[in-house]
Structures are given as C-alpha cells and as structure tokens.
C-alpha cells in the first residue's frame, strides 16, 4: 500500500530554514508527479509546490516562490521541500502528496 512518511519539521527563527522530506513506498515512485500542501490553523489547505516526475518541471505558490524548492530523489524514492527566508505566516502542518493518498504531515513553525 501507498505510504507517505513525513520528516524534517519544527521550529525556526524568521529568515531560517528547514527541509522536509518525504519518504514513499508502495508505488513506482518515479512515474507519478508528487505535491506539498500545507494548512495553518483555521484555513483551508493549500497547495505549496509540484514536481514532475522525472523532477524536470515544478511549480510554486505565489507565496513561496523564490523562497521555496521541491526536489526529488527517484533512486531515495524521496522527495524534499527545502525552505528558505521563512516567514511566520510559512507556520503550518506540512503534508506531502500523490493524488488521493496523504503523509501525516509535519509542524513547521516560524517564530522569534
């Protein structure tokens, strides 16, 4: 079965950096394009960044982009959400995606 584990959140100071990454199984990671949403509290989820899946297309929020970059690893089965210049309006539940299949998620939150 499909599985999507999360890792790499936490807390960091305004203008840090953190990277997710997402461990998948059960599924020939290497066909399917993979996303990252987020949800903060009280608002809807959103999506954050898309990666093709060779990885030779990706796509971003307004919100993140130039601050935000999806990567994979096809061999790692792996993919990774590296976040730069972060703001505390990036604090969320992190989740990474394949279509109808969802991680746990993971906490990021940026405060001083």
């Known amino acids: 079965q499909v599985q999507l584990v999360e890792a790499g959140g936490g807390l960091a100071q305004p203008g840090g950096s953190l990277r997710l990454s997402c461990a998948a199984s059960?599924?020939?990671?290497?066909?399917?394009?993979m996303r990252w949403y987020r949800q903060a509290p009280g608002k809807e989820r959103e999506l954050v960044a898309t990666i093709s899946s060779a990885g030779y297309t990706r796509s971003y929020a307004d919100s993140v982009k130039g601050r935000f970059t999806i990567s994979r690893d096809n061999v790692k089965n792996t993919v990774y959400l590296q976040m730069n210049s972060l703001k505390p309006e990036d604090t969320a539940v992190y989740y990474c995606n394949l279509n109808d299949y969802w991680g746990q998620g993971t906490q990021v939150t940026v405060s001083s």
């Open positions: 059960g599924f020939t990671f290497s066909s399917y394009a």
